[in-house]
């Protein structure tokens, strides 16, 4: 059971480059998720996806998008990437939540991206 | 802003003795907190979850405090061990921002031997 898988792993981009992370996850969940993680912070939501077909911004969405391509992959892509996106970004899936319960969110091991 | 945010970077335990990991939080509309573990190079892994009307969970080795009153959230560690070393991070889950996590900036827990 591979849980949420992340790709690339590593990845090293020159400013004004473009890229899209993968993120697949086969636990049949609806919601997916896109953080990042800057050193000495939290993550920082970027993109959620709650189910199939719906997209939503997050905290930090600027510079980003994404794409649910099927319940199963949620991507993000960097169409100009800055310095200032250099940062290691986590994917996440999560079941729906019964009534009045918490369903955790899985996550990835990250993509480690450096912006050049 | 609202944050959840935590009183310590850094805590250094001996192999063996209890760990307390503290978080303090100023959201009133958060209806679960949650404890995440988060080792070198890896994703954050789920520890465990307290609802917010409650005060107190426990779980293998861990238990959750909850004080509404001061808005303060602990994970307590048991026995700490070599495989405890890690981030820890509080986070909780917002009512009123479509039930979206907030998390706050990590606890580094180092377990001396």
């Known amino acids: 059971n591979a849980g949420v898988t992340q790709t690339p792993k590593f990845q090293v981009l020159k400013t004004g480059q473009s890229m899209t992370l993968q993120c697949a996850q086969d636990?049949?969940?609806?919601?997916m998720y896109w953080y990042r993680q800057d050193p000495g912070m939290g993550l920082r939501l970027i993109y959620y996806?709650?189910?199939?077909?719906?997209?939503d911004k997050g905290e930090v969405p600027n510079g980003y998008n994404v794409s649910r391509l099927n319940k199963r992959e949620f991507s993000l892509r960097l169409e100009s990437a800055a310095p200032s996106q250099t940062s290691v970004y986590f994917c996440?899936?999560?079941?729906?939540?019964?009534?009045?319960?918490?369903?955790?969110?899985?996550f990835g091991d990250g993509t480690r991206l450096s912006i050049l | 802003g609202e944050s959840v945010g935590l009183h310590l970077p850094t805590l250094s335990v001996q192999e063996g003795d209890n760990s307390i990991i503290n978080c303090a939080y100023s959201?009133?509309?958060?209806?679960?907190f949650i404890w995440y573990k988060q080792e070198s190079g890896k994703g954050p892994q789920f520890i465990i979850d307290?609802?917010?009307?409650?005060d107190k969970r426990q779980g293998q080795r861990v238990t959750v405090l909850l004080n509404k009153t001061v808005k303060h959230l602990s994970l307590q560690i048991a026995a700490t061990q070599p495989g405890d070393s890690a981030v820890y991070f509080c986070?909780?889950?917002?009512?009123?921002?479509?039930?979206?996590?907030?998390f706050g900036s990590g606890t580094r827990l180092l377990v001396r031997p």
């Open positions: 996440a899936s999560r079941e729906p939540p019964g009534q009045g319960t918490f369903q955790p969110q899985h």
């Open positions: 636990m049949n969940h609806n919601s």
């Open positions: 996806s709650a189910s199939e077909g719906t997209t």
């Open positions: 959201n009133s509309a958060s209806d679960y």
């Open positions: 307290i609802r917010s009307n409650m």
């Open positions: 986070a909780d889950r917002r009512m009123d921002s479509s039930y979206k996590l907030i």
